[in-house]
Structure formats: C-alpha cells, structure tokens
C-alpha cells in the first residue's frame, strides 16, 4: 500500500462522508492500524478467534499492500479503524450489517462471511452444550 502524506491525515469532511467516520478524527496509517487491531484481537477475544482474526487481518493488510487507488485506500483503512473502534469499545454486539454494505460485496466476500457465520454458530452451539 503506497502512503500519500494528504491520506494519512484524512478527516471525515476532507473525505466526503461524515456519517460513516462519526467517531474517528484521523486515519491512522496502515502500519500502526494493523499493530492496534492485533493488540485488540490479543486484549478482546478468545484465543480460537484470535486466531481466525488475526489471520484474516493479515492476508487482508497483505492483499491490499500494492493498492495504489487513493479512495481505495481510504476506504480499506477506514472500514479496518470503524472495525478496532468498535471492538475496543465493545459496540459491535447486537450491530447488523446493513443492507448498502451487503449490495457492494462480492460473491467471495459474502461466502467468507457466511463462513465465519457458521464457525461462530458451531462455536456457540458446542460452548453451549
């Protein structure tokens, strides 16, 4: 991932949208976001999640490293900061993913989360029993 010096300040009002970045101020940049979100992942979750987790943010970082598009980085590092802020502060339970989110994905976006989805019912449904 190529870092332009204007990318690594952006603000909600220099990127257009205000109501997805409600809560952050700026973006951190790619290196020290992916550092944060494994040091959540270690503080917030079980040791089987973390593993998935950690290795999903890892090919995730990794895959995107070459990605030159500006909005495309910006969205990539603004979804991954909403992703730590929430599980540092524990408002993820209960959200649902909305329907616009849900439209833009691909086909293999959606069978990974219809994956993890049944990893986390199967993991409830033997922790339960």
């Known amino acids: ?24 101020l700026a973006l951190l940049p790619p290196i020290p976001l992916y550092r944060r979100i494994l040091r959540v992942h270690r503080r917030k979750l079980d040791p089987e999640m973390r593993i998935l987790g950690d290795s999903y943010v890892k090919s995730e970082f990794r895959a995107h490293r070459s990605s030159e598009n500006p909005l495309h980085i910006i969205g990539f590092l603004t979804e991954w900061q909403l992703y730590a802020q929430k599980i540092e502060g524990d408002a993820w339970v209960g959200d649902k993913l909305d329907k616009a989110k849900l439209d833009k994905m691909s086909d293999q976006q959606l069978g990974q989360l219809y994956e993890l989805m049944q990893a986390i019912r199967n993991k409830d449904g033997e922790g339960g029993k």
């Open 1 to 24: 991932m190529r870092l332009f010096p204007r990318l690594l300040y952006a603000t909600p009002s220099t990127m257009g949208s205000a109501s997805s970045l409600s809560e952050a």
